[in-house]
């Protein structure tokens, strides 16, 4: 069935774009330069600007962007990294595919690392932490940084859902020693494709990773360290730049588009609705409500017309990949409670009224 309300129609989102993207990709094929070249070197340089960031590298992906960082941190094979239960994926995959173990760490109720309880999952061979600032809302980073140091930890900052969101005017992905950014393209930064960027203020982490990413070599056919491929593509450098140009609406419209739901939805005893979604250290990047009988809501969404998606439905613990038997209880609530409503920049406010007429009318059914 065709859904009325998509959760993301991706070619929505870009119409109002697509005469100044698609004379990009002309511009491109007219010059000729398809890897490295000047639209990534002004990329790198416009989102440092922006984000107010000594070092701004793009590269390829966003899991690539951490297992770089991990490496580039100096965590080894066998040393152990906290990440927190409830993530995507790629956070404990980048830990695993470098050699070192995830030690996950139990969430707060927005999902966030459980400050409290960081200092249970320590042992000697803690190398570094990953503070994943799920949905768009950041991590106490002031808190988290601060017991870093205390503990001689490393931080690598997963921001690929963050992009935008700034804590005490430091941006995510600015406060640890190296920030992870993703641009896939359901992100608020959005590449036409793969892409992702590190950051940080270290000069010396910033040559090591520009290095490492293209195959150890400062100069056409000299390599000082065995690296990899792991460069942006030139397209998505250049696309990313007009999008960029764009952010800052874009961002309005999202937060614009929250404040209904915050207002519509606030009222509805029986769901708990994100928090902090109009500050300025959440982008706003999912909207995510929690409620009993999820699964029972999300299909009376779809008999509507209005998709929903699900941010996660299992923990990272419970994965095969890196099973384990110790209970998460916040992380498995959240997994099993959270329905993410359709929000981005392309929804008319009209349709986010029907999103909540329909929530009303669910709940209100008795
Ligand atoms: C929290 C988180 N970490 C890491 C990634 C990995 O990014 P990418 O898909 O660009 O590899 C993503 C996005 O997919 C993400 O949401």
Redesign the pocket.
Known sequence: MRLHIPFLELGRLHESLRPELEAKFTEILRVGVFSSGHEVESFAREVSRFLGVKYAIPCS??????EMALKVVGVKPGDEVIVPAL??I??AEAVVNIGAVPQFAEVDRNGLLDLNRLDKGLSERTKAIIP?H?YGKMVDMAALTTFARSMDLRVVE?A??AFGAFQSGIPAGGWGDVG?F???PT?NLGALG???LLVTSDSISAENLSLFLNHGQPKRDEHEISGRNAKIDTLQAAFLRIKLKHFESMQERRKKLAAIYLERLGGLSEISLPMGMLQADHNAHLFTIQCVNRDQLKAYMEERGIGTAIHYPEILPHLKPFLEGRAFPVASTIARSTLSLPLNPSLREEEVHRVCDALVAYFQRG
Not at 61 to 66: E, I, P
């Open positions: 992906n966003g899991t690539d962007a951490l993530s995507w790629s956070t994943v799920l997963d690929a859902q992870c993703s641009f896939y992100k793969e892409a992702g």
